[in-house]
């Protein structure tokens, strides 16, 4: 499966950005999806994930309560909400998939290019 995302761009801190995961190739209701970053001078850090139906959810205790995950597996599209955008959240996002299980420990076979995110304070 092949994944696109987009949706980055320049914002003020406090507001909002949707990113967006978009797969090709094969179904991405077979996968579970998950959200990375990774910062200037940083580790890639996981984010968030959630399984293939959507019903479970893992999120990162740096974005919990700002941040949520959605998919729309009919459009073949993973989601991520992003709200009170703080400058610390200024990164490279990437979205990945994995054909079981989701979480920061799961190794996730396919990786898009990622989209940048810039949050100015």
């Known amino acids: 499966v092949q994944l696109q995302a987009s949706g980055g761009g320049l914002v003020q801190a406090g507001v909002s950005l949707r990113l967006s995961c978009a797969a090709s190739g094969r179904t991405l209701s077979n996968y579970d999806v998950g959200w990375f970053r990774r910062a200037p001078g940083k580790e890639r850090e996981f984010v968030v994930a959630?399984?293939?139906?959507?019903?479970?959810?893992y999120y990162a205790d740096s974005v919990k309560g700002r941040f949520t995950i959605s998919r729309d597996n009919a459009k073949n599209t993973v989601y991520l909400q992003m709200n009170s955008l703080k400058p610390e959240d200024t990164a490279i996002y990437y979205c990945?998939?994995?054909?079981?299980?989701?979480?920061?420990?799961?190794?996730?076979?396919?990786w898009g290019q990622g989209t940048q995110v810039t949050v100015s304070s």
């Open positions: 959630i399984s293939w139906s959507g019903s479970s959810t």
């Open positions: 990945a998939a994995a054909k079981s299980g989701w979480g920061p420990k799961v190794a996730y076979e396919f």
